[in-house]
């Protein structure tokens, strides 16, 4: 059973960089097929996904984030992680991470695992 | 990208089957079999229900069914019960994204 933990500061300041980590279990990051994906849920609301790695190293952003995210990979450890930069209140969102799967397409459509989700406030 | 349109609360008494639509376009839901739905109770993660339109993952309920016409996907909760009570979200693949998230919807079971 593949597992997902976020992991990081649950305060963070603003103008600062969000850095959050997702250690997987039961898997590994190495393996092709997946998608290893961030996706925020800001409070009350719905899910935005934030972008994926594949185990090349591939990225791929959400166009509204693209300029201030950056998502790697550390298979030595087996997680990967995201770092999103100049952070705002609108920022403030619970952080899940995400395997993705992509069959039929070279990028992810479905999740099937998820972590339990980590809450991050930007905050002074 | 646009979100996916869903209803913001639909509702039904146990026993009861319901369905909760999910409307794109031709571009995404319309264009695409890779619809998947998610569950969510509060304070807990997403847990994926349905995939590529109608696929179930192991150990989920034959009671959850997904389908589509055009560019409307829809999920269906057949039998219903109280723990069924939970946010379900809809998502499409789209090239340009490489997904689009419905906005939620709200079921209650009566």
């Known amino acids: 059973q593949v597992q997902l933990q976020e992991s990081g500061p649950g305060l963070v300041k603003p103008s600062q960089t969000l850095s959050l980590t997702c250690t997987v279990s039961?898997?590994?990051?190495?393996?092709?097929?997946?998608?290893w994906t961030w996706i925020r849920q800001h409070p009350g609301k719905g899910l935005e996904w934030i972008g994926y790695i594949y185990y090349t190293e591939s990225t791929s952003y959400n166009p509204s984030l693209k300029s201030r995210v950056a998502i790697s990979v550390d298979t030595s450890k087996n997680q990967f992680s995201l770092k999103l930069s100049s952070v705002t209140a609108a920022d403030t969102a619970v952080y899940y991470c995400?395997?993705?799967?992509?069959?039929?397409?070279?990028?992810?459509?479905?999740?099937?695992?998820w972590g339990q989700g980590t809450l991050v406030t930007v905050s002074s | 990208q646009s979100a996916l349109t869903q209803p913001a609360s639909v509702s039904g008494s146990p026993g009861q089957s319901i369905t909760i639509s999910c409307t794109g376009t031709s571009s995404d839901v319309g264009s695409y079999n890779l619809v998947s739905w998610y569950q969510q109770h509060p304070g807990k993660a997403p847990k994926l229900m349905i995939y590529?339109?109608?696929k179930r993952p192991s150990g989920v309920s034959n009671r959850f069914s997904g389908s589509k016409s055009g560019n409307t996907a829809s999920l269906t909760i057949s039998g219903l019960q109280a723990e069924d009570e939970a946010d379900y979200y809809c998502c499409s693949y789209v090239a340009s994204s490489p997904v689009v998230f419905g906005g939620g919807t709200k079921l209650t079971v009566l």
């Open positions: 590529e339109v109608t």
């Open positions: 995400a395997r993705g799967g992509g069959g039929v397409t070279r990028a992810p459509y479905y999740f099937e695992y």
């Open positions: 039961g898997g590994s990051v190495s393996s092709g097929g997946y998608y």
